[in-house]
DNA sequence: CACTACTTGACACTGAGTGCCATCGATAGC
DNA sequence: GCTATCGATGGCACTCAGTGTCAAGTAGTG
């Protein structure tokens, strides 16, 4: 049995350990730019064996995704816990909203993840590894959508490409991140993204939408 | 003075030897995988060194992306030579067909198209990569959208978001991309993707455009 | 105390990617 | 026809990411 809920001794340890790499990482990663830190960089500031940051990050990208990765649980736990008649352009975007508010509630936690959202955003190493766990959100959300109207994921893109349109505005929100911004700025900018893609995210998730309307299709009708 | 157009004779051998080692490339990774193909294995089929192979190719990775990555400068240019008043979904529609129609019109061309495009899809590294790159044709055609409409790039989320849908509509069309569719199946895929995003798309270009209408805002109007 | 489970560090190894230099072949100028 | 030059190539050595393996240390448990 677990000493308490279930974080025994040694689990806390490694967390210990991986808080503690990350932090070196972070550090050294943000001032000197990604490519310019090496692994050895790290673990000599974490006082580590270059062998134990591989048994906790898979990749030197890793460290920095990984800090931005339990965003994707939450985002799909919450999609599922909004009511599910709720339109899938609210539903999304409070789902969207939980981890940002969660980042922006304390300000220096806020400024550590903004800076981190820089570094991910300008490293074209990063940014790709970024995009790999953003697909692996979508495909939850992708799911949790089609469950939620009901929908076959194999025929009909629409779960697909509404989690997708979740991610554009997650991804458009973070770009536009400024030093300094409130909770409150933060909140304009994910209701202004969603404003853009709220349309096609409302018109597609009825099952009777209609189609064959639109104009000059590739297939004549 | 060259000789012909804008080819020299070196060109074209650069272009051979580059074909040359991208077909040995694509023969082994398209069997063996991508992980289980090492890059001394492509040069010993090419006939080449090993540091020659990476004169012509950044990376492992590269010698895939590169075969479809052509198709990015075909969207953008083919949505520029769009009609100026033509509605954003049926131009990005056009744009994004016009590398697709290239694909299919030969059969055997277009099968071999399609192989890499599994491979990407399926392979994670590859996938990054892949992603890298559409980022870059996002930006162009984000910005060749801000031109049509007038709008400022630097504020208005509407280009970026609009090009990043676009983009989720190729990634669903190649998702959904089965052995064997002809051009008619491919151009039904295209027309069924836009037609999930282009209410959003129509509706976002247009610059009076109703925001606020929006229920449950996470800003209280 | 002995046993077990887990973590760590050290070493060696593969493979990607880069810098450097010697060489070869084609072309231009004498 | 001879040579200087330029670009492409190959070979070599190097850095760095990432992995497998093994020995040692450090808990908890009987």
Not at 134 to 160: K, M, V
């Amino acid at each position: 049995m677990a000493t308490r809920s279930d974080t025994t001794l040694a689990e806390r340890k490694r967390q210990l350990v991986a808080e503690e790499l990350r932090n070196a990482a972070l550090m050294l990663l943000a001032t000197r730019g990604f490519d310019a830190v090496t692994v050895d960089d790290i673990v000599a500031i974490a006082g580590m064996s270059r062998r134990t940051f591989f048994r906790y990050f898979a990749s030197k990208e890793d460290v920095v995704v990984r800090f931005l990765a339990d965003m994707g649980a939450d985002v799909v736990t919450e999609l599922a816990a909004r009511p599910k008649n709720e339109a899938p352009s609210v539903a999304l975007r409070h789902a969207i909203w939980r981890p940002l508010s969660g980042c922006a509630d304390q300000p220096d936690h806020a400024e550590r993840s903004r800076i981190v959202v820089r570094l991910i955003l300008d490293t074209p190493a990063l940014h790709a590894r970024w995009l790999e766990r953003q697909i692996q959100w979508r495909s939850g959300l992708a799911a949790e959508l089609a469950a939620r109207h009901d929908l076959d994921p194999s025929t009909d893109p629409y779960p697909q490409m509404a989690a997708g349109m979740a991610m554009l505005a997650l991804d458009a929100i973070l770009q536009q991140w400024r030093p300094g911004d409130d909770e409150h700025r933060l909140a304009e900018l994910t209701d202004r993204a969603f404003a853009v893609v709220a349309p096609a995210l409302d018109a597609g998730a009825d099952k009777r939408r209609a189609v064959g309307r639109a104009p000059d299709l590739l297939l004549a009708p």
